[in-house]
């Protein structure tokens, strides 16, 4: 069986052949039909977040230490069944999204059904191999999450961008959708966060990205508006939404969405680009505003997230599929921003491949 390995935070991931994988207990075994690339993989690659003033947050203090298979954002085919598995031998050749944000099962966090906020996580493509592999073993069925017959490379990406969009504006005031929204970043997050929030009943979404390609592909996607937050002058942006949500997060976006917010309103910030900011606390209270983090969605976010794509509320967005022995280049156009939509790894195995 082959994966690509992280055998060394800042270097190339590394194809190995690993020995077949055989499902135990609640077990289930899935053969990786899709993998999106993202961020967060970049992140972990990179071996630290950026915490600004020279500081660095290493990825061993979130208990990842190589070799690690990266990958969360999987959808795949069910193959073998652990003894103990909570799922009928009946399912075993359907596509499934896999949840990777599992948890200890054990901490408040997750008895709460939050474990994407679990205490000591398990998640895959984290601190458990991931999707950049021919299989992979999910420690219960309760994790798959039926596709339908939404497209398996489309529907992977909603196990992280879509989640995540989905995380971030289910913390907007419940009355949110009837103000206007200013989403930081086109990029994948972004376009996601766009297409959830048009399902939703978002009226209004402003999109700001510096990046022209972004704000096109933004106003054909449904955005009210694009700009671009590099040539914004002036006031004629501040105090104009209700809510802002940060794909971004460093120090500049964070000083131009709350510039953006008005008065109650609610900044969400996603991005983990990294830096720091000196912050005056009155005017936090005087406003009054409300600064939340987001981290992923729960996995009933995720069945209620591919509820909304099995009935076709949700547009299809701009997919593009390479083989998995592209891996370390797809993670290099990732991080250069060389991707107009979502980039996801594809087996030649399964019914999404598309050699052009």
């Known amino acids: 069986m082959d994966n690509y390995t992280l055998t060394e935070f800042g270097r190339p991931l590394v194809m190995q052949c690993e020995p077949e994988l055989a499902p135990r207990g609640t077990e289930v075994l899935i053969e990786v039909s899709c993998c999106g690339v993202c961020q967060t993989d970049l992140s972990i690659k990179k071996g630290y977040y950026d915490l600004g003033g020279g500081k660095k947050y290493s990825m061993r203090d979130r208990g990842m230490v190589p070799p690690i298979v990266l990958g969360h954002e999987i959808s795949g085919r069910l193959v073998a069944l652990g003894p103990d598995a909570a799922i009928s031998e009946d399912q075993i050749g359907r596509t499934f999204v896999v949840y990777p944000w599992i948890g200890c099962g054990q901490c408040v966090m997750c008895k ?4 994407n906020l679990c205490l000591s996580p398990q998640f895959l493509g984290l601190q458990r191999p991931g999707g950049h592999a021919e299989r992979i073993i999910v420690p219960h069925a309760r994790y798959l999450v039926d596709i339908g017959n939404v497209d398996p490379a489309l529907a992977a990406t909603y196990a992280c961008s879509g989640l995540t969009s989905y995380g971030a504006l289910s913390k907007l005031a419940p009355q949110a959708h009837k103000a ?9 997050l972004g376009q996601s966060a766009l297409n959830i929030a048009k399902a939703l009943g978002y ?6 990205d510096v990046d022209r390609t972004k704000r096109e592909i933004a106003v054909a996607a449904g955005a009210t508006k694009a700009l671009d937050p590099s040539s914004c002058v002036g006031e004629d942006f501040a105090g104009q939404f209700a809510s802002v949500i940060d794909f971004v997060g460093n120090a500049a976006t964070y000083e131009f969405g709350l510039k953006a917010l008005r008065r109650g309103g609610r900044y ?3 991005g983990l680009s990294g830096g720091e900011i000196t912050q005056a606390l009155p005017p936090i209270s005087l406003r009054p ?10 996995l009933d976010d995720l069945r209620a997230l591919l509820d909304l794509a099995k009935a076709g509320k949700l547009k299809s967005m701009d997919i593009e599929r390479q083989p998995r022995s592209a891996t370390n280049d797809a ?10 939509g979502r980039l996801v790894l ?9 050699p052009e």
């Open 112 to 115: 709460e059904g939050d474990e």
């Open 180 to 188: 206007p929204l200013l989403l930081i970043g086109g990029g994948g």
């Open 203 to 208: 009226k209004s979404v402003v999109v700001a």
């Open 268 to 270: 969400v910030i996603v």
């Open 289 to 298: 505003i409300s600064i939340i983090g987001s981290l992923t969605g729960s």
């Open 331 to 340: 993670l290099d156009r990732v991080r250069d921003g060389k991707v107009r």
């Open 346 to 354: 594809v087996s030649r195995k399964s019914e999404a491949y598309d």
